[in-house]
C-alpha cells in the first residue's frame, strides 16, 4: 500500500487548508485512514481519523475546526482544516492501517504511512 499526501503550504492565522491523501494497492476491506502531525521535539500525535464504517475521531483542540472525510471508492481521505492556527504547524502525516481493537487511540500502531505534508501557519 502506498500513500500520497498532498495539499500542505503556508496559510496565515485563521485561514483554511485542505489535505489530501489517496491509497493505492490492496487494503484492509475494513480500515482506518487520517492524520498525524509532527512538530520538531515533540511526539507524533493523532489529528483525525475515520473508518470505511464512518466512525471518526479528532484531537480534542482540533475539534469544530477540522474535518476528515473519505471517499471509500477512491480510497482518498480528506482533511479540511479550518480557522488554522500557529500551534497547527507541523509535518501531517497520512496513515493507512487496520479497523481493530484501539484504533482511536493516538498510540495504536498504524500499517501504513505516507510521506509527510508541511503545513505552517504564520501569526
Known amino acids: 500500500v502506498q500513500l500520497q499526501a498532498s495539499g500542505g503550504g503556508l496559510v496565515q492565522t485563521g485561514g483554511s487548508l485542505r489535505l489530501s491523501c489517496a491509497a493505492s494497492?490492496?487494503?484492509?476491506?475494513?480500515?482506518?485512514m487520517g492524520w498525524y502531525r509532527q512538530v520538531p521535539g515533540e511526539e507524533r500525535e493523532m489529528v483525525a481519523l475515520?473508518?470505511?464504517?464512518?466512525?471518526?475521531r479528532y484531537l480534542d483542540s482540533v475539534r469544530g475546526r477540522f474535518t476528515i472525510t473519505r471517499d471509500n471508492i477512491k480510497n482518498t481521505v480528506y482533511l479540511q482544516m479550518n480557522s488554522l492556527k500557529p500551534e497547527d504547524t507541523g509535518v501531517y502525516y497520512c496513515?493507512?492501517?487496520?479497523?481493530?481493537?484501539?484504533?482511536?487511540?493516538?498510540?495504536?500502531?498504524?500499517?501504513?504511512w505516507g510521506q509527510g505534508t508541511l503545513v505552517t501557519v504564520s501569526s
Open positions: 496513515i493507512c492501517g487496520r479497523v481493530e481493537t484501539g484504533w482511536e487511540m493516538s498510540g495504536h500502531a498504524r500499517d501504513y
Open positions: 494497492g490492496r487494503l484492509f476491506s475494513d480500515n482506518v
Open positions: 475515520a473508518t470505511t464504517q464512518g466512525s471518526i
